[in-house]
């Protein structure tokens, strides 16, 4: 059984009025446990669409979407509240962290939120921001920004880490370290890894890429050799 199953999904805005949207069309494919898969495609593609009905944050107009066993496309709002807090980590594009708390709270806030949570102090040593753990978020660099907002969706040890343009805000050598981090987790510790991306130039270091467009799979690909992210330029 794979780790995640899609079939026949469809999200559709506006449902039978002149601006109905299909942002996510008849969506199929399976993700095997432990795959860092990309999600490429242009802008308006349906690419956040799609992460959000796997992230348990929007829900599907038809079809079905199992992860882990459970189908999710069943639950109702307080199973998929209750999914979301417990299996998904989310990685937002522009961080989406709270100003008001120093690094090392932000962390902190998403660990008391679940019961398996990992140590705030390994997961800041990991993203390698000890020495910054007491700073506001307005105080750090975009990517130390990140690299929080990275810490604060991984001390929760989710199963499945869902990340939306994460480097999208950041300079080219920034975004190659965070991209080099997430590869590596997903690798090291066999877990999910998602990653929604614009960038074609990426794909090598999946191992799984699926391409969107037109709210459809236009291409689904298994990438036995991914490449290591030190070795992509673009
Ligand atoms: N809440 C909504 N109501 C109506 N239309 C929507 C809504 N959310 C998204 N859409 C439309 O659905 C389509 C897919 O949007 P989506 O955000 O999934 O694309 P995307 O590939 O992530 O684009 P981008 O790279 O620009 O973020 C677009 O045409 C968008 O305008």
């Given at each position: 059984m794979s780790y995640i199953h899609l079939q026949n999904v469809s999200k559709i805005?506006?449902?039978?009025?002149?601006?109905?949207?299909?942002?996510?069309?008849?969506?199929?494919?399976?993700?095997?446990?432990?795959?860092?898969?990309?999600?490429?495609?242009?802008?308006?593609?349906?690419?956040?669409?799609?992460?959000?009905?796997?992230?348990?944050?929007?829900?599907?107009?038809?079809?079905?979407?199992?992860?882990?066993?459970?189908?999710?496309?069943?639950?109702?709002?307080?199973?998929?509240?209750?999914?979301?807090?417990?299996?998904?980590?989310?990685?937002?594009?522009?961080?989406?962290?709270?100003?008001?708390?120093?690094a090392r709270e932000n962390v902190e806030l998403a660990a008391e939120l679940v019961?398996?949570?990992?140590?705030?102090?390994?997961?800041?040593?990991?993203?390698?921001?000890?020495?910054?753990?007491?700073?506001?978020?307005g105080e750090l660099s975009g990517g130390e920004q990140q690299r929080v907002a990275?810490?604060?969706?991984?001390?929760?040890?989710?199963?499945?880490?869902?990340?939306?343009?994460?480097?999208?805000?950041?300079?080219?050598?920034?975004?190659?370290?965070?991209?080099?981090?997430?590869?590596?987790?997903?690798?090291?510790?066999?877990?999910?890894?998602?990653?929604?991306?614009?960038?074609?130039?990426?794909?090598?270091?999946?191992?799984?890429?699926?391409?969107?467009?037109?709210?459809?799979?236009?291409?689904?690909?298994?990438?036995?050799?991914?490449?290591?992210?030190?070795?992509?330029?673009?």
């Amino acid at each position: 059984m794979s780790y995640i199953h899609l079939q026949n999904v469809s999200k559709i805005y506006n449902s039978g009025q002149s601006n109905e949207i299909k942002a996510n069309d008849n969506i199929n494919f399976d993700l095997q446990a432990g795959e860092l898969t990309i999600i490429v495609g242009e802008s308006g593609a349906g690419k956040s669409t799609l992460l959000d009905i796997l992230g348990g944050m929007d829900t599907v107009t038809s079809g079905e979407v199992i992860i882990n066993n459970e189908k999710i496309s069943n639950y109702n709002h307080h199973q998929l509240t209750t999914f979301r807090r417990n299996s998904i980590g989310f990685v937002f594009q522009f961080y989406n962290l709270l100003p008001n708390l120093t690094a090392r709270e932000n962390v902190e806030l998403a660990a008391e939120l679940v019961p398996q949570a990992l140590s705030v102090t390994d997961v800041l040593a990991k993203v390698g921001l000890s020495e910054r753990q007491d700073n506001f978020p307005g105080e750090l660099s975009g990517g130390e920004q990140q690299r929080v907002a990275i810490a604060r969706a991984i001390v929760k040890n989710p199963a499945l880490l869902l990340c939306d343009e994460p480097t999208g805000a950041l300079d080219y050598h920034t975004g190659k370290k965070i991209l080099k981090f997430l590869q590596d987790f997903c690798h090291s510790k066999n877990k999910n890894v998602i990653i929604v991306t614009h960038n074609q130039m990426i794909k090598p270091m999946a191992d799984h890429i699926l391409e969107i467009s037109d709210g459809k799979i236009k291409h689904d690909e298994i990438n036995s050799h991914p490449t290591p992210v030190e070795e992509i330029e673009w």
